[in-house]
């Protein structure tokens, strides 16, 4: 009696592998949470990143949230202090909040990420540590070789060193700065280094500026704007009567 051959269908990784579910998002061996400038400056740039080309709901921005890059090696992670990713839901299935980003489950890699440097992490941000076969790649290589991140970003605070990195055939390669950063064609924005005050805090912040140079507005530092300019026009229609002979105060009421 012959052998009867039977075809073999492997399920996709999406069905079988570790979901955002099983996967860990903080790391038990990493206690503590990040410093305060790495609380404030990747919500600034959560609130300005709004590129005019795509809806809020066409993009999903990250902050200290685990990162897994590697379908064969489904535990190993990068947690970038800020990234974006174009076309996908800003809740995962237009549903839940993500608990981790997961790029198998995904389908769709970051077109951005953004680390600030701290003592002790720059030459595994900037891929200057040599890598021990046995170990996960550094965040250079899986941002440039594995996912394959069109810009990198990086800051350090302690002397408002800028760095930007721009994925060109199959490698990294800096990125010419303009007037006030750099220009992403793609989403029609560009992330520059802006001097001014957010959250009582006055330094050098790392923000995303629109064409012709103008800084992309908070929703507080819009809802100043449009209070100020209320203000103008009362101030305005005040000076008009009064220009007429009329009294606002008598005429309120």
């Known amino acids: 009696m012959g052998m009867v051959s039977q075809e073999f269908h492997p399920l996709p990784p999406r069905d079988v592998l570790p979901t955002m579910y099983d996967l860990p998002s903080e790391n038990p061996e990493e206690p503590g949470l990040p410093d305060e400038f790495h609380l404030r400056q990747p919500e600034l740039l959560r609130l300005t990143f709004r590129p005019p080309t795509y809806g809020e709901d066409e993009l999903f921005t990250a902050s200290d949230l685990n990162l897994y890059y590697d379908v064969r090696h489904p535990q190993w992670y990068k947690r970038p202090d800020w990234f974006a990713v174009l076309g996908v839901p800003k809740l995962y299935e237009e549903r839940d909040l993500r608990l ?29 540590r040599l890598r021990d076969m046995s170990q996960p790649p550094n965040k250079w290589t899986v941002y440039e070789q594995i996912l394959r991140i069109p810009y990198y970003f990086v800051f350090n605070r302690y002397t408002d060193e800028f760095q930007a990195f721009g994925l ?62 209320a203000e103008e026009e009362v101030r305005r229609l005040r000076d008009r009567l009064q220009q007429l002979g009329l009294n606002p105060d008598e005429l309120q009421g």
């Open 100 to 128: 981790s980003y997961v790029t198998w489950q995904e389908g769709v890699y970051p077109f951005v990420a953004v680390e600030l440097l701290s003592p002790g992490t720059e030459a595994e941000d900037l891929g200057r």
């Open 168 to 229: 060109t055939t199959n490698s990294y390669q800096p990125l010419p700065m303009e007037s006030l950063g750099v220009w992403l064609e793609e989403v029609q924005l560009g992330l520059g280094l802006w001097e001014g005050t957010y959250q009582g805090i006055s330094r050098r912040w790392l923000r995303w500026y629109r064409q012709g140079g103008h800084w992309v507005l908070t929703p507080e530092e819009l809802e100043r704007e449009r209070a100020n300019r």
